[in-house]
């Protein structure tokens, strides 16, 4: 038998307070966030070059460097947290890694530079707690992984980690563990909000051998990163919670199906599964008990479909990944025509929480029919991109706002798109409410008069249904007023009919022509009986379509109808695109703002711009193919996207208008 | 596309391997042809022959989970690999305008190959790195806040160093 196994869960709480007791000791902890964002921004080479540094200064001894998961404020990377103080630094590079071991670490003082400022009332901020973007999130599941390594599994141990898998294991039955869930009121967190403690117990009341446990973290939401976040950051918390499942469903195999675009989450969840196999936590007789289970890491094929439960289990059997119907639910016949539970990653991570703190403790987070909290992805036009975890019933207006600091540069905000591809567009316009709470709440809010703040709604599985939207699995897309709602609804048409598995009617040929209409009014060829064959076939797809994928695929369409008329009939009666985003629609012109930068000169694939450096620019409207390349790059704003034909009549304007640059000197004296 | 005969041997080998790994098991399939594209960069007809036989599995079976799955590819990709993401986030930021743009820039559409085989680029649904929108991957490699400026520059970089290791190459 191997030493490292934990057979008492008195080993587990001694290993525990030797860890606890050596973290205490006052090391000085450099946490270098290593989540995809970070890396991305390069946090590997900061952190090498922190390496080098404490090398120089020898610190080594006395100040140890923790890569971690990801952080969530993905903004601001890479990102530097010093413990146990908590002092922030953000955009950290290489070279300020000198800077922060010799000034903050060996004299206590502050890098000024690297700290993070609120970008409205221009305060410093010190400590990680006090950033607004943090202050606001209740990090249940998510805020263990600024504090450990995730490839350790002493880390997990050290933060009171399976311990809730010993207490489950040794000290409650099967049944006890069933009740707890669904006492917690845990949701699922896929998207799909079905209560995971009836699940668990259909699945173990289910007859049939074995029985199969499998964790969903085939994240194929475009814009929603958060579990492939817990997975690389906290792959062990999905582990323990799989366990306890398994525990209570009476299961001895277990899967997890996880992307193979993550790489790092693969790789950080096969160590984790190694460790926690060699600590005795998976494997046979686990903790002494009698109960063995252990899992098996598939690697997916990363299609959309293949979230969905039936095209997941087929897949990982080994087959295209295609759903059937589901007369006979998974939890009754699933991989291998064999009871099968499946839930998603976030769901799993909860498990241990409810089990160690308490159904009653958890239930006490969130709303009537939504408890915990939830982690989400937003991203889009907003300032502070990154992942958050609130408590459900927190408004979209403090996630999107008061956490995200609002959209960048001080454009309006339009709209806020939740629930990935099936979910919807809900219109939050800033107008002056005028609905009354009541009808709100009773989803009655058709009247285009009355859709207004929807900002308030709360967020919760029911509430976001009412609406026209989903929960999903936790993307958050902010829109401003630079995006077009057609277009929107077109993206994720054209992402779903990509996706589609084809195997029922509906969903193929629906998508099909819903796209092709679209399209159509994108570009300016659209007729007004066009809304309603859209409704139509949204209402066919939603009443027939084999899978979730194509029920729900209608949702951005019918949301986007229901909420932006107006900006469907611009398209389609005035052929005009108010956002300016529809190639065909718009025209590109330089106006009077224009200072001869020059810029945009050289990026023209078709050298279409004329002029020369500090004169007024002009673009040729016929050799411009609408590419957008000058638009991205004029700091001025300068160049306009109109409707289309009028190029000509806003340069006509510019030309009469414009002046050459005054320069600031001159300015200044006049 | 087929392989030449000295490959052949290369092939069965590597196979097997991969096959053992998994001890045949349905379950991993598709985990050994992700194994076998990564060695490849594709996945060679043969390749999806050998395995059948030995998973004990009809070839039609690998053909449609081969075909299913996007990432997988029956052609040979190029020397280098740009993918421009394009998931809800990146889409709101125009990433649009980048795949236009390197489309004209290399004359291929999303998925081909240019036609000396040196760089082949596709578009991907969301890598997870939104805070860096419109954001593309080279070789795995990230470059965030992409604007067509940027990509001219990314693209001759590209381009420049693939002469520096050919001139290596020359040189040995």
Known sequence: ?670 | MSLPVEAQDELEQIITSIVDRYKAKPTALIMALQDIQKYYHYLPIEALKLIAKKMNLPVAQLFGVATFFKAFSLTPKGKHHMCVCTGTACHVRQAGVIVDNLSRSLGINPGETTPDGEISFETVNCIGACALGPVITVDDEYHGHMTVAKLNKVLDDLRGKKTAEEMVEEVQ
């Open chain 1, 1 to 670: 038998m191997n030493n490292n196994k934990f057979t008492s869960p008195e080993d587990l709480n001694r290993l525990r307070e030797r860890l606890v007791k050596q973290r205490e000791e006052g090391r000085i902890i450099i946490t270098v966030c290593a989540g995809t964002g970070c890396l991305a921004c390069g946090c590997e080479a900061v952190t090498a070059a922190f390496r080098e540094a404490l090398k120089e200064n020898q610190l080594e001894d006395k100040v140890e460097i923790r890569t971690t998961g990801c952080h969530g404020f993905c903004e601001r990377g890479p990102l530097v947290v010093l413990r146990p103080e908590g002092t922030f630094y953000q955009r950290v590079k290489p070279a300020d890694a000198k800077l922060i071991v010799e000034q903050t670490i060996k004299h206590g003082k502050l890098v000024n530079k690297l700290l993070y400022r609120d970008p409205q009332t221009k305060e410093v901020i010190v400590k990680e707690d006090d950033i607004p973007f943090y202050s606001k999130q209740m990090r249940l599941i998510f805020g263990m992984n600024g504090h450990m390594d995730p490839t350790s599994i002493n880390d997990y141990i050290a933060l009171g980690g399976y311990q809730a898998l010993a207490k489950a294991l040794l000290t409650m039955t099967p049944e006890q563990v069933i009740d707890e869930v669904k006492k917690s009121g845990l949701r699922g967190r896929g998207g799909g909000g079905y209560h995971a403690g009836k699940k668990w117990a259909s699945c173990r009341r289910a007859k049939g051998e074995p029985k199969y446990v499998i964790c969903n973290a085939d994240e194929g939401d475009p814009g929603a990163f958060m579990d492939r976040s817990l997975l690389e950051g906290n792959p062990h918390g999905v582990i323990e919670g799989m366990v306890i499942g398994a525990f209570a469903i009476g299961s001895h195999d277990g899967y997890v199906y996880v992307r193979n675009e993550y790489p790092l989450a693969v790789k950080n969840l096969n160590i984790a599964v190694d460790a926690a196999r060699e600590h005795g936590f998976l494997g046979d007789n686990i903790f002494g008990s009698s109960f063995n289970f252990d899992i098996d890491v598939s690697r997916g094929g990363g299609a959309f479909v293949c979230g969905e439960s039936t095209a997941l289990m087929a897949s990982l059997e080994g087959k295209i990944g295609e759903p059937r119907a589901k007369y006979v639910h998974t939890v009754d016949a699933g991989l291998w025509d064999k009871p099968s539970n499946l839930n998603n990653v976030e769901t799993w991570a909860n498990v241990p929480l409810i089990i160690e703190k308490g159904a009653d403790w958890y239930s006490r987070i969130g709303t009537a029919s939504s408890k915990g909290t939830k982690v989400f992805a937003l991203t889009g036009k907003i300032n502070n991109t990154g992942l958050v975890e609130v408590p459900m019933g927190i408004t979209l207006r403090e996630i999107i706002f008061d956490i995200g600091g609002g959209p960048p540069k001080g454009k309006k905000f339009k709209a806020v798109q939740t629930g990935g591809p099936s979910g919807g567009t809900l219109v939050v316009e800033t107008r002056e409410p005028k609905v009354h709470e009541s009808l709100v709440a009773h989803g009655d809010i058709r009247d285009e008069e009355e859709v207004v703040s929807l900002l308030d709604l709360p967020v919760d599985f029911d509430e976001l249904t009412k609406v026209g939207s989903m929960m999903g699995s936790g993307g958050m897309i902010v829109m401003d007023q630079d995006s077009c709602m057609v277009d929107v609804a077109k993206y994720f048409l054209n992402f779903l009919q990509e996706e589609s598995c084809g195997k029922c009617t509906p969903c193929r040929e629906g998508l099909r022509i819903t796209l092709e209409i679209l399209t159509r009014i994108s570009e300016g060829k659209g007729q007004m009986e066009d809304l309603d064959t859209l409704e139509e076939i949204s209402q066919v797809m939603i009443d027939t379509c084999l899978c979730q994928l194509g029920g729900s695929a209608p949702n951005p369409v019918l949301s986007t109808i229901r909420y932006f008329r107006q900006e469907y009939l611009a398209h389609i009666v005035e052929k005009r695109c108010p956002a300016g985003v529809c190639k065909e629609l718009v025209s590109h012109a330089i106006d009077e703002t224009c200072t001869g930068c020059h810029v945009c000169f050289s990026v023209c694939p078709t050298n279409a711009i004329i002029g020369q450096t500090k004169t007024l620019h002009v673009i040729d409207q016929d050799a411009c193919i609408q590419c957008g390349a000058c638009y991205q790059l004029c700091r001025f704003d300068s160049i306009k996207r109109v409707k289309r034909g009028e190029g000509d009549a806003i340069q006509y304007v510019a030309k009469e208008k414009w002046h050459p640059p005054v320069k600031k000197k001159a300015a200044a004296v006049a």
